[in-house]
C-alpha cells in the first residue's frame, strides 16, 4: 500500500485556494496526476509559482535509490544511505538490479536491499515506492523520471555530479535532509513533462502506435549524421506554425529550459510556469526567434516528402530514433508531472541554481567612484 499525502498552494504565506486546485492536481494514493489540459484557465491558476507544500498523510515505507554509474563516491554514500534507511528508519530499500549485483559483490550484509528481476515488473513497484532518492548529477534525476511511464513518487535529488540544476540536496548532510523530508512537510516543484509518440507513415493505417516516452527536459528533432539542413514541418493544434530549415528543433519543457534549449538560445524560464519551448537549433535564417507555447496544446514536427534527408528524435538526449519522410513526432503536456523536493523553495532554489550554476548575470559591480547624475 502507497504511502499517501497531500498537496497544498500557498502565496507569500497565503492559503490559497487548495479545493479549486485539486480538482486540477489529483493526489490521490500518492499518485501525481494532472486533468485534462482543456481546462486552460485553471491549470495555469494551479500552476503560477506558488509556493507547493507535500504533507504525508501515511509515513513512507518504502524507498529506491537511483544512482549514477561508475561512480566511487556515489557507490560509498548509497551503501552508508541504504544502511542508515533500513537500520535507523525501518524502511524497505530498493536499487536497480545492476547496483544489487555490486553490493552483493561487495558484501552479503546488504542482501536486504530489494530489487526487481525483469523490466516488465517495474511496472509493478511503482505503486509501491513512496519516496525516490537520487545520488548523481541532472542526468540521474532524468534516468529515475524515466522509469516511471505514469505517476511519479516525489524525488529527493542529493548532487554528487559537477552542476546539479535540479538537484538541491548535499549529500554531507543526507541524514538530516533525510529525516526532514520522511517526517514532512516538504516544499517541492511540480515539474512538467512532455509525452512524445512517433506516428510511422508507413503505419498510418495501423492501429497500434509506438508506445509513448515521457521526458523531463526535451525532445529533439536533429539531422543526426545527415550533412543536410533539416526540413521540419510544424504544427500547432493542426495550424501550421513554420518550417524549420537548420540543425534541428527542441520542444522542451521549462525544467529543461536551462538545459539544451538554453544553448540554442531559448529562455530560461521557471520550472513551475506551464508551457512549451519551441526552440530552433542554428536555424538558417535571420529571424527565427524561440518561441514559448500554452500548455495545453499539441504540437506535431513532420518530416515532409520532398525532405532531402530523414531527421532524428532523441529523448532527454537518449534514445535515438529515426523519422523517414512522412513520418512525424506529436508531443503534447503529459499528465504526470515530476514533483522534486527543494532545498528552500521553488523559486529560491531556481534562482540559487542560475546564479551558482550558470553564473547568470556575472559582472563586476560598477565602482560608485565616478560621473554621476546631478
Ligand atoms: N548543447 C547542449 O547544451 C546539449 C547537447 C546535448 C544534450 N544536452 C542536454 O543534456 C541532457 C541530458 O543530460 P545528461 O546528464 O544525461 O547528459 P550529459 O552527461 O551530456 O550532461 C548534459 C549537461 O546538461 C546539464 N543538464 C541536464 N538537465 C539540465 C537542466 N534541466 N537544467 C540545467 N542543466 C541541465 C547536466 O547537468 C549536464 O551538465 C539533455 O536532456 C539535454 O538537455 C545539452
Ligand atoms: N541509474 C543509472 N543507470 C544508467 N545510467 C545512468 C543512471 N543514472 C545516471 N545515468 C546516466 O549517467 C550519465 C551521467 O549522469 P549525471 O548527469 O547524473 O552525472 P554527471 O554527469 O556527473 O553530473 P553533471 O551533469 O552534474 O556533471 C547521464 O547520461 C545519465 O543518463
Known sequence: ?????????????????????????????????TADRSSKQVWTIVSNAAAISLTWETSPQTV??????????????SVEMLRWLREHKGLNVYVEPRVKAELLAES?????????????EISLLHPMI???????????????????????????PFSMGSLGFMTPFHSEQ??????????GPISITLRHRLQ????????????ETEENTLVLNE????????SYLTNLECYCDNSFVTCVQGDGLILSTTSGSTAYSLAAGGSMVHPQVPGILFTPICPHSLSFRPLILPDHVTVRVQVPFNSRSSAWVSFDGKGRKQLEAGDALVCSIAPWPVSTACQVESTHDFLRSIHDGLHWNLRKTQSSDGPRDT
Not at 552479503?108 to 516488465?120: A, I, P, R, Y
Not at 535532509?177 to 517526517?183: N, R
Open 64 to 77: 529506491i535509490i537511483f544512482t549514477k554509474p561508475n561512480s566511487t563516491s556515489v557507490r560509498l554514500l
Open 108 to 120: 552479503s550484509s546488504l542482501d536486504f536491499v530489494q530489487t526487481w528481476e525483469d523490466d516488465k
Open 196 to 207: 512524445c509518440h512517433i506516428i510511422r507513415d508507413k503505419a498510418r493505417h495501423d492501429y
Open 130 to 156: 513512496d519516496l525516490v532518492i537520487t545520488l548523481g548529477g541532472d542526468g540521474t534525476v532524468l534516468w529515475a523520471a524515466s522509469m516511471f511511464k505514469g505517476p511519479v513518487p516525489p524525488i529527493v
Open 174 to 183: 543526507y541524514r538530516d535532509c533525510l529525516e526532514a523530508v520522511l517526517k
Open 219 to 226: 525532445v529533439t528533432i536533429d539531422r543526426g549524421i545527415s
Open 1 to 33: 500500500m502507497q504511502a499517501s499525502f497531500k498537496l497544498s498552494w500557498g502565496c507569500k504565506g497565503q492559503q490559497a485556494n487548495d479545493q479549486h486546485k485539486k480538482e486540477i492536481v489529483s493526489f490521490e494514493s500518492g499518485n501525481i496526476t
